[in-house]
Nanobody
Framework: QVQLVESGGGLVQAGGSLRLSCAASGRTFSSYAMGWYRQSPGKAREFVAGINWSGGSTYYADSVKGRFTISRDNAKNTVYLQMNSLRPEDTAAYYC???????????????WGQGTQVTVSS
């Protein structure tokens, strides 16, 4: 019962920054875990970052750890992905996701946004 809309993608030079936003509609947004995935041509969808319902626990793919930060503002029904020190290999379509809070390290996202394109030039 949640609908997700991403925004904030665009073209940026290597070393630059972008902040992606995902606005959610529907009831009980604060009860969902949220995450970001990405997919580039010829590659499988890749987990980027996840955050539990309260924002107290965050998880990152090794490829983005230390550069990306996921956060959420439950009062605004919005989740963010701050991306710093961007590299050309970060180029992908980025998708917001929602689902049950994880058990251990297992995520089960079941609702997806439409995606927003991030392109990093060298």
């Amino acid at each position: 019962q949640v609908q997700l809309v991403e925004s904030g993608g665009g073209l940026v030079q290597a070393g630059g920054s972008l902040r992606l936003s995902c606005a959610a509609s529907g009831r009980t947004f604060s009860s969902y875990a949220m995450g970001w995935y990405r997919q580039s041509p010829g590659k499988a969808r890749e987990f980027v970052a996840g955050i539990n319902w309260s924002g107290g626990s965050t998880y990152y793919a090794d490829s983005v750890k230390g550069r990306f930060t996921i956060s959420r503002d439950n009062a605004k029904n919005t989740v963010y992905l701050q991306m710093n020190s961007l590299r050309p290999e970060d180029t992908a379509a980025y998708y917001c996701a929602a689902g049950p809070n994880p058990s251990g390290t297992t995520w089960s996202f079941n609702t997806w946004g439409q995606g927003t394109q991030v392109t990093v030039s060298s």
